[in-house]
C-alpha cells in the first residue's frame, strides 16, 4: 500500500519488487545517471524523490490535470523520460520541459502508474526484472506489475 499523501518526499517502490527501490545509481549527482533498481534502503538519499506539484502545461495548480516533478533528493535533477523504451536518468532541465513532467493515477490496488505527461509512455521496470540493477525505461502504457510502484513516506 502506498503512503502518497500529496506532494512530498518519497521512496518509489516497485509493486512486483517490494524490496526493491528506484535508486540514483552509484549515488552520483551527475546529469545523465540511469535510474535502476537497488536494496530498498528507505534513509538512502539516492532512493528518495521529491514528487512537487508542478501544475498543468500551463503551471496552473489550481486547475487542470495535476502534473508533478519527480526530483532525486541526492542531486536535485529531474527524473527524465527519454523515449519510447530508452532508460530514465537525471538530467537538468527547465520545468516546463514535458520529458521531466509526470502524472500519478491509481491502480486500484494502492499502487501507482507514474505516466509520462505525454500519454503515450509511463515508468516501466524493463523486463519485469526484480534484480539489484535493473533498469528503469519509459515504455507504452501497461497494467503489468512492472509498470505499477509503491509511493513510500520517508521516515
Excluded at 77 to 99: E, H, I
Aim: glycine residues 10%; neutral net charge; charged residues 20%.
Amino acid at each position: 500500500m502506498s503512503d502518497y499523501t500529496g506532494p512530498g518526499i518519497y521512496g518509489i517502490v516497485p509493486y512486483h519488487a517490494n524490496d526493491m527501490s528506484l535508486d540514483v545509481w552509484g549515488n552520483n549527482k551527475k546529469e545523465g545517471i540511469a535510474i535502476k533498481l537497488y536494496k530498498r534502503s528507505p534513509t538512502a538519499e539516492n532512493h528518495q524523490f521529491m514528487i512537487a506539484d508542478a501544475g498543468d502545461l500551463d503551471a496552473r495548480t489550481e486547475k487542470g490535470d495535476r502534473e508533478y516533478l519527480i526530483i532525486a533528493v541526492n542531486s536535485g535533477l529531474y527524473l527524465t523520460c527519454n523515449g519510447d523504451g530508452k532508460p530514465v536518468t537525471t538530467q537538468l532541465r527547465g520545468p516546463m520541459d514535458a520529458s521531466v513532467r509526470w502524472k500519478l493515477a491509481h491502480t486500484g490496488n494502492g499502487a501507482f502508474y507514474i505516466n509520462h505527461v505525454s500519454g503515450d509512455k509511463q515508468l516501466n521496470v524493463a523486463g519485469n526484472a526484480k534484480e539489484s540493477g535493473s533498469g528503469l525505461i519509459c515504455y507504452k502504457p501497461s497494467k503489468e506489475v512492472n509498470a505499477q510502484f509503491l509511493i513510500k513516506a520517508v521516515a
